[in-house]
């Protein structure tokens, strides 16, 4: 059975804690959430104005509490509260410029606000499953080309890659020290996640963003890096490899504890020019042209191996780059006919659930 299918059942009626619910993936994942039946309670900084999370957590089976995962005592109060069985923890600064312009913010949130969940979930009895998204970038980049394996050494040259890399040694660190011990053995885990596409995402920074926005407005999208290469994959493919791995920690806590890639297969390794140009097919107004860097040293090529989690999770990209482009412009298409984005979601979630 298919780890959509799976987790489709497991989900119902489990109590779930999403950091970062307010986010543009915490969204998605708290809309997927709520079509699975979960109680969940989401914990996150108040949603930007205009993001897709603001509109549609009227519309959520959940409950969203906003706060800082800096705020120990806010996040513990939430955590307690709530009594989660499994915990999906996706809070942090997830822009890499915004991280290298404001390094101390990026390390207070990626690597204190870690610990401080750690230390939620050592109080929390309930807890049997934790899950710590990070990011591809944790990998030492020699810019060579490498797909990476979860064995490969571990770096970061900007604060963000850096900064995620201290939360896989957190997680490491809290499991060895005080959640698998003989007292309790509960699952640990962490999720290096490749680049994320879906419909709904509102942060111009971000490719698919600014390739609409640039459509919207008849004008040349301006690409950073246009030949930088990236693991692509669909929204939906990621969250349901998270989901699984919350699952699986779930029940066998001992055979899954460890990292995880979670990424496309490997013609989902494009580079930037090549999503511009599938765009086209869509929009044959869709230009580009030569902007300028962020002052941030980007890496010119990454890829993720996903080999482990294949073979061992009952998990497997089911989206291809083509079908993600194909729900990214369907999603775009029904906002400007004036369709809700709940509406929308919901289409897209239970025809891959289903």
Request: aromatic fraction near 10%; include cysteine.
């Amino acid at each position: 059975m298919d780890a959509n299918i799976r987790n489709k059942e497991f989900y119902k009626g489990k109590r779930v804690f999403i950091t970062g619910d307010t986010g543009y993936k915490g969204a998605w994942l708290s809309a997927v959430l709520s079509e699975l039946g979960a109680n969940a309670t989401g914990y996150a900084l108040k949603a930007p104005e205009g993001s897709m999370f603001e509109s549609i957590i009227s519309d959520l089976n959940m409950q969203h509490i906003d706060g800082d995962v800096r705020d120990y005592v806010g996040l513990e109060k939430a955590v307690m509260d709530a009594r989660p069985e499994i915990v999906l923890h996706l809070a942090a600064q997830a822009i890499v410029k915004d991280c290298f312009d404001d390094p101390r913010y990026a390390y207070e949130t990626n690597v204190m606000g870690t610990v401080n969940l750690f230390e939620c979930v050592r109080k929390c009895d309930s807890v049997k499953s934790v899950v710590v998204v990070t990011t591809d970038k944790v990998y030492e980049n020699k810019g060579d080309g490498a797909v990476y394996v979860e064995t490969d050494p571990l770096g970061g040259i900007d604060p963000y890659s850096s900064s995620k890399t201290c939360m896989e040694y957190i997680a490491d660190t809290y499991k060895r020290s005080y959640l698998q011990t003989k007292e309790r053995y509960i699952g640990v885990a962490t999720v290096r996640a490749s680049n994320v596409l879906g419909g709904g995402d509102h942060v111009q920074s971000r490719l698919i963003p600014s390739i609409l926005n640039s459509i919207a407005n008849g004008k040349p999208v301006e690409l950073r890096n246009p030949h930088q290469t990236r693991p692509w994959q669909s929204m939906l493919d990621a969250l349901n490899g998270y989901l699984t791995i919350g699952r699986l920690l779930y029940e066998k806590p001992d055979e899954y504890s460890e990292a995880w890639n979670i990424g496309p297969t490997r013609d989902g390794i494009k580079d930037v020019l090549w999503v511009v140009n599938k765009m086209k097919e869509h929009y044959q107004n869709t230009e580009y042209k030569i902007g300028n860097a962020f002052d941030v040293a980007e890496s010119q090529t990454l890829g993720l191996d996903i080999g482990k989690s294949v073979s061992r999770l009952d998990w497997k990209p089911l989206l291809t780059i083509d079908k993600m482009l194909y729900n990214i412009v369907e999603f775009y298409k029904m906002q400007q006919d004036g369709m809700p984005e709940i509406s929308i979601c919901r289409k897209q979630i239970n025809e891959f659930f289903r």
